[in-house]
């Protein structure tokens, strides 16, 4: 009997859009501001999951006080660090910020261990910490030479992961359960992210330079397809393979932001922060617990 893997093809689609955010960031920054870039991925997002919600014959959901929690997501999940790594990246390549990124089960973890006292950490999620921690140092390059610059745009980058860790635990506590469609729920969440980030542009402005080519086509990507048409073939892949294969992606997206980085922004990387990527996807590994090397007695 053969396996069925019919969710192959939506998995690696997934982990090739997701590992070329960053590039497409890059990209964007050539002529949009930061929060033009945040704002541009919101709208773009959500036209075209509205479009897919149409088509679909779906509806938003009621308006009510649930609205409230899926705007605290929407802050937290996407306009707080779609702002935050746009930042970022204007100090450090796009490939740094990929693995950067991978840190996010670590700040999941330590979030839950603060705000849920409750739910202990366990020996393999303390050592997975204990190496991420580790990874972040080699990542910074703080031990070959102090860099300054990478340090402040590694710290912006932190604080995104972050804000997708405080995101996580309070989307399954209180949107999760919402008697909607994950597609109606991400069109809210993405389309109340382009809303909340209005004010940003109205102060900044929209772009820094000319609208060129290559930030044109990095901003539709990063909207039409990292924010938008991403989200359908996550829980595709959600649907086909289950939860635990599908959220195996975010294993891939650092290795494709390397590898994109190099190819075609030419961006270099030092063998000590790849060496720190390599340890902070093992954290990860640790802390989702998807490998556990110590098994309690």
Known sequence: ???????????????????????????ALSSFTPAGVVFMRGLLGAASLGVILLLRRERLPEWGFHWVHIGVVALLLNAIPG?????????VP????????????????????????EQKPTANQLLGLA????????????????????????GVLLLATLSYGVAMPYAKRHVSHLPYSPFALATTQVGVSAVI??????????LVNPLGASALWG???????????????NYRNIELAGSVIASSVTYITPVVAVM?????????????????????????LLVQERWVPLRAK
Do not use: C
């Not at 702002?83 to 100090?91: D, E």
């Not at 030092?270 to 954290?283: D, M």
């Open 1 to 27: 009997m053969k396996s069925d893997l019919r969710w192959l093809p939506g998995f690696l689609a997934l982990g090739l859009v997701w590992g070329s955010s960053f590039l497409f960031i890059d990209l």
């Open 83 to 91: 702002f935050l790594f746009a930042v970022g990246q204007q100090w």
């Open 94 to 117: 796009s490939s740094l910020a990929g693995i950067v990124n991978a840190t996010t089960p670590l700040m999941t973890v330590v979030v839950v261990a603060l705000a849920f006292r």
């Open 219 to 233: 901003i539709l990507g990063l909207g039409v397809l990292g924010t938008g048409i991403a989200y359908v073939w």
């Open 197 to 206: 980030t209005v004010p940003g542009v109205l102060v900044s402005g929209m």
């Open 260 to 284: 994109l980085g190099i190819l075609f922004l030419r961006e270099t990387l030092s063998f000590s922060q790849l060496l720190g990527g390599v340890l902070v996807v093992v954290s990860a």
């Open 131 to 154: 190496i991420g921690l580790a990874g972040i140092i080699l990542v910074t390059n703080v031990i070959e030479r102090f860099d300054g610059v990478t340090l402040l745009g590694v």
